[in-house]
């Protein structure tokens, strides 16, 4: 069951290396520089070739997933991807037509916004490729085409499994796009799922780590807020951050786009309020190192999140928390896992039922 560890959530983290390697299987050639996912109805190449738009709709944690998908999609293939909250685009008037390709991502495939919001894509006269983790669920026996994340049964209530899983998925369906639309030649592809390929073993050696966060628990579980800072395609795992901190441990948590704290956020800064910084190194090093000295210089407490052996970044951080040196379009993947055990181990700390926290259910049905 738990398989030893505390918590199913402890375990489906660790599981992650595994999962993203079932969720590669049999779909990535990196010789080939390409991704198969099989047939799927109505979605054939020539299709794709007149395909104007994408929307992506999901909820919570799968819409952050969603996001950094855009990311990767709009790089590698050139096509326009939004991505819109299922509970909010099933209530206007969204413009949608058959050269649109409608992506609900969901763990449970069940989710009552997000098959909602699919169906009525569907009547607009979309495609639909459901990325779902639950086998036979409504939204795959609704949809043209389904990816499988195959992350398998997934008990935590925060998701974690799921949404590496849903990264890697949108990270083939990058490149899969991305070679159909001609935007990637072989070698780009190729290089692209070489760095995936190295992701589990990359994954495996970060959950060795336990001390620091333990560490960071104890020092910071009885603070009433959070800001988690992130840039790029470092802001929707900011977001996600915070989402797991307050679902788990209750306490208040904002997810903000670095760019934006001058905007507002720069005015909750004083020596109580921990800012997690999401800084690895990438395009917006330079922009998001600014954002530790505007809070270094209002005495906040800084938690960075920096690629190994930065050692700029330590004369302004409290703690530092280490992910290796990948490409950015990899950083999501590692810096989530980071995100993950700092939430875990907070909760923990402060003795929440992590599995089952209050008011919270795994699939939300209703709406
Ligand atoms: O099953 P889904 O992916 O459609 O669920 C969407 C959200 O309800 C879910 O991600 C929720 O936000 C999680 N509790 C996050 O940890």
């Given at each position: 069951?738990?398989?030893?560890?505390?918590?199913?959530?402890?375990?489906?983290?660790?599981?992650?290396?595994?999962?993203?390697?079932?969720?590669?299987?049999?779909?990535?050639?990196?010789?080939?520089?390409?991704?198969?996912?099989?047939?799927?109805?109505?979605?054939?190449?020539?299709?794709?070739?007149?395909?104007?738009?994408?929307?992506?709709?999901?909820?919570?944690?799968?819409?952050?997933?969603?996001?950094?998908?855009?990311?990767?999609?709009?790089?590698?293939?050139?096509?326009?991807?939004?991505?819109?909250?299922?509970?909010?685009?099933?209530?206007?008037?969204?413009?949608?037509?058959?050269?649109?390709?409608?992506?609900?991502?969901?763990?449970?495939?069940?989710?009552?916004?997000?098959?909602?919001?699919?169906?009525?894509?569907?009547?607009?006269?979309?495609?639909?490729?459901?990325?779902?983790?639950?086998?036979?669920?409504?939204?795959?026996?609704?949809?043209?085409?389904?990816?499988?994340?195959?992350?398998?049964?997934?008990?935590?209530?925060?998701?974690?499994?799921?949404?590496?899983?849903?990264?890697?998925?949108?990270?083939?369906?990058?490149?899969?796009?991305?070679?159909?639309?001609?935007?990637?030649?072989?070698?780009?592809?190729?290089?692209?799922?070489?760095a995936l390929r190295d992701v589990p073993q990359t994954m495996s050696k970060m959950l060795h780590e336990k001390?620091?966060?333990?560490?960071?628990?104890?020092?910071?579980?009885?603070?009433?807020?959070?800001?988690?800072?992130?840039?790029?395609?470092?802001?929707?795992?900011?977001?996600?951050?915070?989402?797991?901190?307050?679902?788990?441990?209750?306490?208040?948590?904002?997810?903000?786009?670095?760019?934006?704290?001058?905007?507002?956020?720069?005015?909750?800064?004083?020596?109580?309020?921990?800012?997690?910084?999401?800084?690895?190194?990438?395009?917006?090093?330079?922009?998001?190192?600014?954002?530790?000295?505007?809070?270094?210089?209002?005495?906040?407490?800084?938690?960075?999140?920096?690629?190994?052996?930065?050692?700029?970044?330590?004369?302004?951080?409290?703690?530092?928390?280490?992910?290796?040196?990948?490409?950015?379009?990899?950083?999501?993947?590692?810096?989530?896992?980071?995100?993950?055990?700092?939430?875990?181990?907070?909760?923990?700390?402060?003795?929440?039922?992590?599995?089952?926290?209050?008011?919270?259910?795994?699939?939300?049905?209703?709406?």
């Open positions: 069951e738990k398989q030893g560890y505390k918590h199913f959530m402890l375990k489906e983290i660790h599981e992650q290396p595994e999962r993203i390697t079932d969720t590669l299987r049999g779909r990535v050639s990196v010789d080939r520089g390409d991704v198969d996912f099989g047939p799927m109805e109505g979605i054939e190449d020539g299709w794709l070739d007149t395909l104007e738009r994408i929307v992506f709709v999901a909820c919570g944690t799968s819409y952050y997933a969603a996001q950094i998908a855009k990311y990767i999609i709009e790089d590698f293939s050139r096509v326009p991807v939004d991505v819109e909250l299922a509970s909010e685009f099933r209530y206007r008037n969204p413009i949608i037509n058959e050269r649109t390709l409608c992506v609900p991502m969901s763990q449970s495939g069940e989710t009552a916004d997000t098959l909602a919001a699919m169906r009525l894509a569907m009547e607009l006269g979309a495609k639909t490729i459901a990325v779902c983790n639950v086998v036979e669920s409504t939204m795959t026996r609704e949809a043209d085409g389904v990816i499988y994340t195959h992350a398998g049964p997934e008990i935590g209530v925060a998701s974690t499994k799921a949404f590496s899983t849903q990264l890697v998925v949108g990270l083939m369906l990058g490149v899969w796009l991305g070679r159909r639309r001609g935007v990637l030649d072989e070698e780009g592809g190729r290089e692209i799922l070489e001390a620091i966060y333990k560490h960071i628990a104890y020092n910071f579980s009885d603070v009433n807020s959070f800001l988690y800072l992130g840039r790029g395609n470092l802001y929707p795992i900011a977001a996600e951050g915070a989402l797991k901190l307050k679902e788990i441990s209750y306490i208040h948590a904002e997810g903000y786009a670095a760019g934006e704290m001058k905007h507002g956020p720069i005015a909750l800064i004083d020596e109580s309020l921990p800012v997690v910084v999401l800084i690895p190194k990438n395009r917006v090093y330079e922009k998001v190192f600014s954002n530790l000295e505007e809070v270094k210089a209002r005495q906040g407490r800084l938690i960075v999140v920096a690629t190994e052996g930065d050692d700029d970044v330590r004369e302004f951080a409290d703690v530092v928390l280490e992910i290796p040196d990948v490409p950015e379009y990899i950083q999501p993947l590692l810096t989530v896992v980071v995100m993950q055990l700092l939430a875990y181990h907070i909760a923990d700390f402060k003795g929440t039922d992590v599995d089952q926290p209050r008011n919270l259910a795994k699939s939300v049905t209703v709406e």
